[in-house]
């Protein structure tokens, strides 16, 4: 069993997945004075080791040994989405709580097995994007709610890159069932739509690929071929609750675009929204009437924020209140994205059944010092 989670005590850590992605989480965790690393494991144990030497007082330990120690009172999850439910229902099994990437579970049945076990366990669960915590995302957050934009009307949001294999030495996944543009960058966008305006109730996807395979182009793999298994284009709508219709756009097959990342519209004003792959970023404000775009001063957010400062807020959230990046709108979006993909098989829009509020807002935050503004 694991420590119980205290809000506003520090929290011990274990991460099992020693990829690159964990080099950013270390970053945050040195800084942040309530989360507390203590062991990592992964099925490489050379790559643990190397995250252990790297750390003060941190342990290199096998899977089984993490998840039976009684010191980590949460696991971060950063293995392969494929295997992201699998060592989630582990943790739980071990009393653990559990904080993954992206996205909560390769699809909505083994994401809800997930949920359903940590109800059962009574242990928390919390998940990435934790970008939309940070002051970009937070900061146009507030300016909707302080109703700068009026009432919001739609909105577009827009990925673009020729894929992951130019630069990834080992991209294979992003091409097999569970990857795709939707699935891996679309948790970014989507969790930033729904926290700015709100659970979605439809949608209608379409969705294409150009290519059977593709090339690695770094690393020891250089110039192999590698098949393509998902599509790798996907666009469509969704339909919020609010009455608010985005328009979504993922590709790997497009080679750039100049199109803001994220343009919130309302009946007063529009937005351009920051990259929502990153914690911070302008805001920038076309008000009704106005004759140029404003840069809004940042007003939300946790400052300086960075992969891992959901584990953070994880952790300062009272027992029995879902975190802001917690399970159920991990959950939301992926049942989200699978609609899209279902409406894109059958060409007809797609009820989503689940739901989740928007996350409480974060007022401007210094977590590293514990500060609120």
Known sequence: M?????????????????GAISAQYLASFRRLPNVRLTAVADLDPSRAQAVADSCDGVRAVTVDELLADPAVGLVVNLTIPAAHADIALQAIAAGKAVYGEKPLAAGTKEAREVLDAATAAGVAVGCAPDTVLGTGIQTARKAIDDGLIGTPIAATAVMATPGHELWHPNPDFYYQPGGGPLLDMGPYYVTALVTLLGPVVSVTGTASHTRTERTIGSGRRAGEVIPVEVDSHVTGTLTHAGGAVSTLMMSFDAVRTKSPNLEIHGERGSLVVPDPNRFDGDVELFALGATQWEVLPVSAGYLDAGRGFGIADLAATPPGTEPRAGGALAFHILDIMESMLESAQTGVSVPVHST???PAPVPLTDLCRQETA
């Open 356 to 358: 989740a509020p928007r």
């Open 2 to 18: 694991g420590q119980p989670l205290t809000a506003g005590t520090a929290i011990t850590v274990g991460i099992i997945g020693c």
